[in-house]
């Protein structure tokens, strides 16, 4: 017997797969909350010159009741003017800015003054964060074929709270975009062995519902993200709320369960039988006969693009997947620049991804190509369409 048909034997996706799923989705929400909350610890309050005569000093600037905030009429310049030849010039902000505290205590930008020439270490940040998910997908992906999903996964967890929490006290910005770096790896480390570890317990028949289980958990993490930022408006606050959660997940060690599958594929045969008996234990299903079980192929990337219709279809999934990850991001990430109250658009931006989630386990079965295609193109034009939104028309629903 192969492996998938072990796992049909023993009830596919049975309660020993369903406690695996519930550790499973738990990090999911974690996840969310470290991948979406630079939309609050990286805003940009409404601000203005502050002027020499301000009583407040310091780097962290605070709201002054006596200035008329908005959106329209956040300056880089002073009210002052100089005289430059035959016309006059606006003086760069010599004092620092004055931030609104409307909407948030503190962000990064406020305690750092990423603003106006600044501005663009705000997004330098962002990039290098998700360059992280990059480096992590090679590093944690290559060391869980080596050593295990259970391993990696476990170690992402630990590297993601301990980073997550030591970023709530970074001293300054390079040393903030350093262990954010880190965190993002960590992203990947975790995304990537949770849901193989997930996949490799389920039958084919269960697989795509498996699949689709962890992005409810994402989703909702998505939806309590607007919540907690609600509550906590200080950034060191709030990201401290984020990561410390994380310590809570320390009991993993103890039922956390190896990749039965990876096992057998590096030569471990008789622990991977006894995760077998366990599994059949659980879902009151026959026990597995040693005799009936042999070892997996053992693969390796190469084989992605080893031949012809292998090398096209892999190259098409990585085209799907750029595309897919550059929009769904730019728009995650951009939600503070609607106009609308952002916590409610978050809110509603975690919210949409239910029914969108449950809409693929409707049609998805049907057929996987034409599904793909559709949503593609429908998601393509709705970004077209956005085009055709008059500029300014949110700011005044």
């Given at each position: 017997?192969n492996f998938?048909?072990?796992?049909s034997?023993i009830?596919?996706?049975?309660?020993?797969?369903?406690i695996?799923?519930?550790?499973?989705?738990?990090?999911?929400?974690?996840?969310?909350f470290?991948?979406?909350?630079?939309?609050?610890?990286?805003?940009?309050?409404?601000?203005?010159?502050?002027?020499?005569?301000?009583?407040?000093?310091g780097?962290q600037?605070?709201?002054?009741?006596?200035?008329?905030?908005s959106?329209?009429n956040s300056?880089?310049?002073?009210?002052?003017v100089?005289?430059?030849?035959?016309?006059t010039?606006?003086?760069?902000?010599?004092?620092?800015?004055?931030?609104?505290?409307e909407?948030?205590?503190?962000?990064?930008?406020?305690?750092?003054?990423?603003?106006?020439?600044?501005?663009?270490?705000?997004?330098?940040?962002?990039s290098?964060?998700?360059?992280?998910?990059?480096?992590?997908s090679?590093?944690?992906?290559?060391m869980?074929?080596?050593?295990?999903?259970?391993?990696?996964l476990?170690?992402?967890?630990?590297?993601?709270?301990?980073?997550?929490?030591t970023?709530?006290?970074?001293?300054?910005?390079?040393?903030?975009v350093?262990?954010?770096?880190?965190?993002?790896?960590?992203?990947?480390?975790?995304?990537i062995?949770?849901?193989v570890?997930?996949?490799?317990?389920?039958?084919?028949?269960?697989?795509?519902?498996?699949?689709?289980?962890?992005?409810?958990?994402?989703?909702?993490?998505?939806?309590?993200?607007?919540?907690?930022?609600?509550?906590?408006?200080?950034?060191?606050?709030?990201?401290?709320?984020?990561?410390?959660p994380?310590?809570?997940l320390s009991?993993?060690?103890?039922?956390?369960?190896?990749?039965a599958?990876?096992?057998?594929?590096?030569?471990?045969?008789?622990?991977?039988?006894?995760?077998l008996?366990?599994?059949?234990?659980?879902?009151?299903?026959?026990?597995?006969?040693?005799?009936?079980?042999?070892?997996?192929?053992?693969?390796?990337?190469?084989?992605?693009?080893?031949?012809?219709?292998?090398r096209?279809?892999?190259?098409?999934?990585?085209?799907?997947?750029?595309?897919n990850?550059?929009?769904?991001?730019?728009?995650?990430?951009g939600?503070?620049?609607?106009?609308?109250?952002?916590?409610?658009?978050?809110?509603?931006?975690?919210?949409?991804?239910?029914?969108?989630?449950?809409?693929?386990?409707?049609?998805?079965?049907?057929?996987r190509?034409?599904?793909?295609?559709?949503?593609?193109?429908?998601?393509?034009?709705?970004?077209l369409?956005?085009?055709?939104?008059?500029?300014?028309?949110?700011?005044?629903?």
């Open positions: 017997m998938d048909q072990i796992l034997a009830g596919g996706f049975g309660r020993y797969q369903k695996l799923y519930i550790w499973i989705c738990l990090p999911q929400v974690l996840l969310a470290h991948m979406l909350v630079s939309i609050f610890t990286g805003a940009t309050p409404p601000h203005q010159c502050r002027e020499g005569s301000s009583p407040a000093a780097n600037s605070l709201y002054s009741a006596t200035l008329n905030f959106l329209s300056s880089c310049f002073s009210q002052d100089v005289l430059l030849g035959n016309g010039q606006r003086v760069p902000c010599g004092d620092g800015w004055v931030y609104s505290r909407t948030f205590e503190s962000t990064i930008v406020t305690e750092w003054d990423l603003v106006c020439s600044k501005a663009v270490f705000n997004n330098i940040g962002s290098i964060y998700m360059f992280g998910l990059l480096v992590g090679v590093v944690f992906g290559a869980a074929d080596r050593y295990g999903r259970r391993f990696v476990l170690l992402s967890l630990a590297l993601q709270t301990v980073f997550g929490v970023v709530a006290f970074a001293p300054n910005f390079p040393v903030y350093i262990l954010r770096f880190v965190v993002g790896t960590t992203i990947s480390g975790v995304i062995n949770a849901f570890l997930g996949t490799e317990w389920t039958c084919t028949k269960r697989r795509m519902l498996a699949g689709i289980i962890t992005d409810y958990a994402y989703g909702l993490g998505y939806m309590l993200l607007a919540g907690v930022a609600y509550l906590i408006r200080d950034w060191r606050k709030l990201q401290l709320a984020i990561s410390a994380g310590f809570l009991f993993y060690i103890w039922v956390l369960p190896h990749s599958r990876w096992l057998l594929a590096n030569n471990r045969r008789e622990e991977a039988i006894a995760l008996r366990k599994a059949a234990l659980l879902t009151c299903t026959p026990g597995v006969d040693d005799s009936e079980v042999y070892c997996s192929l053992s693969h390796s990337a190469v084989d992605l693009v080893r031949t012809p219709q292998m096209k279809r892999s190259l098409i999934l990585f085209y799907v997947w750029f595309v990850v550059l929009v769904y991001y730019g728009l995650s990430l939600v503070s620049r609607l106009g609308t109250d952002l916590y409610l658009t978050q809110f509603v931006f975690g919210l949409v991804e239910i029914p969108a989630r449950s809409l693929v386990l409707v049609v998805l079965p049907f057929s190509r034409l599904t793909q295609s559709g949503f593609l193109a429908i998601g393509g034009l709705a970004c369409l956005m085009l055709a939104v008059p500029a300014g028309k949110m700011e005044t629903c």
